[in-house]
């Protein structure tokens, strides 16, 4: 049997961030073998995911990357217990290198992200890594992956607790084209429209929108024929919160985002459009 020393456990802790009770056991376990010590805390901390299952993940973060020619974007959101563990340095990082499998390799669900490399490593390993270390429920969420023959921009609020992704038709955008699609990014991040513009709101949305607008008039005491007016203003209404180029621009109130849209055009020489987004806010309602 190996001698356990002081100095071995705390290289242990060093490479792999467990407590320094899990070291002296997992290196007893390996006879002093440093690797296998290391695995077994990787499997320690995958089996004892399963012990943590029923608790709620509610805490964690979201990140987004964008390639570096703009035309592939992937967006995450990967869930803890505690904000505590959401600001450690090391949650941070394991987030960003997930990011980093996304962009790079293509998965249609967790499973076959886990199964993704990083260089020795898979995304596997690295799970089990960030379980090892911190006694909490650890999860990927959800993510997905756009490809674009246009152009990305993605906002990050501060936090990391909101992300946006927002896909232009334009191939290429300067400097000042890309910073207002980052403007649009962060609309949407601020505002959270439901629709890009009143035609992708489908006709039974809009009457059953018109229908509740005219009871409530009615039951305030309107005639119907002046409900039927009132709905149709409080439909407009409707269409300017809830349309991101309807919406008042946030950075400029004088505005509205299609105004913002038609800068883009006008630096890029050819007519912007908005074609994707996708908006991420931790812990809401898929």
Partial sequence: MANITPQMVKELRDKTGAGMGDCKNALTDADGDMKKAIEILRKKGAAS????SDRSANEGLIASKVSVDNKTAVIVEINCETDFVA???????????????????DAANVDELKKVSLGSMTVLDLHNEILAKFSEKIEIRRFEKFSTQGFFADYIH??????VLVECNLPELNPKAFALLRDVAMQIAAMNPQYISRNDVSQATVE???EIYKEYAITEGKKPDIADKIAIGKLEKFYQEQCLLEQTFVKDPGKVVNDVLKEISQEAGAEAKILKFRRYYLGEEL
């Fill in 49 to 52: 995911a399963a012990k943590r």
């Fill in 87 to 105: 600001r450690n340095a090391e949650f941070v990082n394991y987030v960003d290198k997930v990011a980093e499998a996304l962009i790079n390799n």
């Fill in 158 to 163: 501060a936090g990391s607790k909101l992300a």
């Fill in 208 to 210: 059953k929108e018109i």
